[in-house]
């Protein structure tokens, strides 16, 4: 490391040292060994400039002896050099005609950049070893994170692909089917939290999603459905059309649940604390659906004349969540509850749940 000392030339070395440029250049001779004393004469086609030197002092010296006008069969690197000695050569001049003051100014300069080029290495070392730690902080905190989730996480994840049909299989942990939407108006998800065998699984549009499946040697299709405002009339009818083309087992041979959000009251009397015109039109829809094809509201058979709502949960006053079943089902129904007395859901959703409970074999 440098101590920030400088070791100079003494003069006498110095001058000796550009004796033969200081001749070469004041005579314009390149082999030449000629004397210079106070009789040499400038050539008379020379221009003369002048450099300020020292402490308002002036030298002149001739353009044609600085190597400006230069001969055509000199190559590059002499020319580079010549510029290089002719750099050398004012510098010293410069420093020859300095008064004491403005050398031990030059001097302490030196040292001071120095000095200063040694701080910058220190302190962009330290910069990079304090960038490199922060960076294993960084990778471990990481590493911790992902850690902690892999331990949190219980259950597995299958992104259905839009209008595809899946047969996926055995699944031995807990599974979540989910769609897959670049848009928050979008996305629903089911969870089985038993092994189970996925049979079929279809999604569509990111509004709603179903799966086939074999739990306990007993076969159930669950479907998740939010049927937003934006939705056409014919929503409920493209489920089921997905279900005669796709899988109509699955409708017609396993317990059928479809749950989810469907932005509608179904009885202005009961479903809501005050009516609101923008459920009309699609009240009448949802409702002849349902007795089509023959599908049963579980929470209001079980509760014919009961109140309790879903939305919102700061403030409930319409029920626009639920759980069809087929009436042929019904007999499976063990329990449905909407626990708008349980506050732990508030930090889940807006929405109130609706909790069904089916027997078993």
């Known amino acids: ?84 000695e002719e750099e050398e050569f004012m510098d010293y001049i410069d420093s020859f005609l300095e008064s004491d003051d403005e050398k031990e100014q030059r001097s ?9 080029t040694r701080d910058e290495e220190e302190q962009r070392s330290m910069d990079h070893q304090s960038l490199s730690e922060s960076e294993d902080d960084q990778r471990e905190s990481e590493n911790e994170i992902i850690e902690e989730t892999e331990e949190e996480t219980f259950y597995d994840h299958e992104v259905l692909q839009d209008k595809t049909c899946l047969e996926l299989g055995y699944s031995q942990r807990p ?23 996925c049979l079929k699984a279809y999604s569509e549009g990111g509004d709603f999603a179903w799966i086939y499946t074999e739990i306990d040697e007993e076969k159930y299709t669950f479907v998740s459905v939010y049927y937003h405002n934006m939705e056409k009339p014919e929503f409920m009818w493209r489920i089921l059309y997905s279900f005669l083309l796709h899988g109509p087992k699955a409708w017609t041979e396993s317990r059928l649940v479809i749950g989810g959000d469907f932005n509608t009251t179904l009885n202005s009397e009961l479903d809501l604390v005050d009516e609101n015109p923008g459920h009309e039109g699609r009240r009448k829809i949802l409702n002849k659906f349902l007795s089509i094809v023959n599908l049963a509201d579980v929470w209001r058979e079980k509760n014919k004349s009961g109140r309790k709502y879903t939305f919102s949960c700061n403030d409930p006053k319409s029920r626009l969540d639920y759980v069809f079943m087929l009436q042929k089902d019904l007999e499976n129904v063990k329990d449905c509850d909407i626990p708008v007395d349980q506050t732990k859901f508030r930090k889940l959703s807006d929405h109130y749940p609706v909790v069904l409970t089916l027997t078993t074999k």
């Open 1 to 84: 490391m440098a101590d920030g000392s400088v070791k100079e030339k003494s003069e006498d070395e110095r001058h000796d040292s550009l004796f033969p440029l200081l001749l070469r250049r004041s005579t314009g001779g390149e082999d030449e060994e000629k004397s210079v004393g106070a009789d040499t004469e400038t050539p008379r086609d020379a221009t003369t400039k002048t450099r300020s030197c020292g402490q308002g002092s002036r030298i002149a010296y001739p353009e044609t002896h600085l190597g400006k006008k230069v001969k055509a069969t000199k190559n590059e690197a002499e020319r580079e050099d010549e510029d290089d």
């Open 108 to 116: 302490l300069d030196q040292k001071n950049n120095i000095l200063e």
């Open 175 to 197: 599974k979540i089917y989910k769609t897959y939407f670049d848009s928050r108006s979008r996305g629903v998800a089911i969870l089985v939290n038993k092994p189970h065998i």
